[in-house]
């Protein structure tokens, strides 16, 4: 004789049809979904990057000289911040090693990036911009996705890995990767007068 259906085994073959159908949704989402190794597959991932409002997802898809860009900012500030502590009197010393405690503290160049997404306004700048696409230009190692609104984002192939990488922020980034290592340089120099100030006065 057949055992009675109950409500709890319907509904949980009815739970797992729909985690079925929703694993095999995102199955065939994936196999569609362009490569990384396509301007259109990084421009993809960008989109859904800002429209997460998380800029270091897609840090992976920024072009190699503004990746290294970031990493030489958190170095520099880094360093910076630790030769001001050590060396500045106060309250010189509370003052500088708080101006740049944010980038000098980031774990990575993606917290980097982050920061000045958010801190220039990039982040909403995508976001306002950022549409469908209408076609892409390839020529050689560069390529540009224009949008249905018109707007164009520049891409750079990474020769290390193939990933399409977004060229817009490079310059602002390089810039301020140059400052950093202006700074620190003043730095290095302040905090050696204030140690021998220190030890002559100690004497």
């Known amino acids: 004789m057949p055992r009675p259906v109950t ?10 049809a729909l985690g079925a159908l929703l694993l095999g949704g995102l199955v065939v989402k994936h196999l ?9 597959g990084a421009y993809f991932r960008v989109a859904i990057a800002v429209n997460r409002g998380d800029p270091t997802q897609f840090f992976a898809y920024l072009e190699t000289p503004a990746q ?3 990493y030489s900012i958190r170095d520099y500030r880094k360093k910076a911040r630790a030769r001001v ?16 405690e944010a980038e000098a503290n980031a774990p990575d160049g993606a917290d980097v990036f982050s920061l000045y997404a958010r801190r ?5 700048r995508l976001r306002r911009d950022l549409s469908g696409i209408k076609r892409v230009e390839m020529m050689g190692e560069r390529a540009t996705v224009e949008t249905v609104r018109g707007t ?5 192939i990474r020769p290390e890995n193939g990933i399409w990488g977004l060229t817009l922020f490079t310059a602002a980034l390089a810039e301020e990767a140059e400052r950093a290592a202006r700074d620190f340089a003043l730095i290095e ?4 007068d204030y140690e021998r100030a220190a030890k002559s006065g100690g004497s």
């Not at 409500?7 to 797992?16: C, D, E, F, I, S």
């Not at 164009?152 to 750079?156: D, M």
């Not at 120099?189 to 050696?192: D, E, G, I, L, P």
């Open 7 to 16: 409500l709890r085994k319907v509904l949980v073959l009815a739970g797992l």
């Open 32 to 40: 569609r979904y362009p490569s990384d190794r396509t301007p259109e």
């Open 68 to 70: 290294h860009a970031c």
């Open 85 to 100: 502590l050590a060396a500045y009197p106060e309250p010189e010393r509370s003052a500088m090693a708080a101006r740049h």
């Open 120 to 124: 220039l306004g990039w982040v909403n």
């Open 152 to 156: 164009r984002y520049p891409f750079r």
């Open 189 to 192: 120099r302040a905090a050696a």
